[in-house]
């Protein structure tokens, strides 16, 4: 055997005697070890490229989210906190921490002059605007659980419980989990900072108003989790 082959493929032949036959046992083990631990730096790297991948197209999302460059993160941070309140599994919580922040990616595709126009849509405009979370969907439908995720929170973050949201009109359950707590922290960290058409509300004013659209806008579950929270809990989302 040559030089540049690494140590650990250096087997002795089999057939020798029974001290050779152990080492080559032993140096199989050494060699399967190698490619386990290989195999698994390889899957850790990818999930690490992958992570980071979407954190970046999230940091590109919140370039069009009027000019609260930190929103799509808060959103995450309070999403994730009720779905951990509402006994959702560590992978599920973990899952809405970084699909969250994409939410609104598909206003990448929606025209300055309709998205940046202050004051009222007409309703030609607003219908544009809504097609935010089909368009955004598109980009991220996969059938990696991260993105799929992702594909979910942005199709279905403005469904209504009472069925009267859109793009879907979907009601109650049907409305996926991971959207439906994404919906609640996205409404809320919006009142809670200002926006160019309106104050930032208190915290107080914002959960009052959370609290009033439970079981119509939004999952009564989910309200009565946010309220479990408290101020401490909204604080991820709280002015800075
Ligand atoms: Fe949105
Ligand atoms: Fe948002």
Redesign the pocket.
Known sequence: MSDDVPAVLRVPVIGGKGGEAESLRARVEELEALVVRQALDAFRGGQAVHADALARLARLAQYRDDNSSEHTQRVGALAAGLARRLGAPDRTVALVRQAAPL??LGKIAIPDSILLKPGRLEPEEFEVIKA??TLGARVLESDDPLLGAAARIARS??EFWDGSGYPDGLAGEAIPFDARVVHVADVFDVLVHERPYKEAWSMADAAREIVAASGTQFDPAVVAAFEALGPAGWKSSGPA
Do not use: Q, S, W, Y
């Open positions: 939410h609104d935010h979370t973050h403005h």
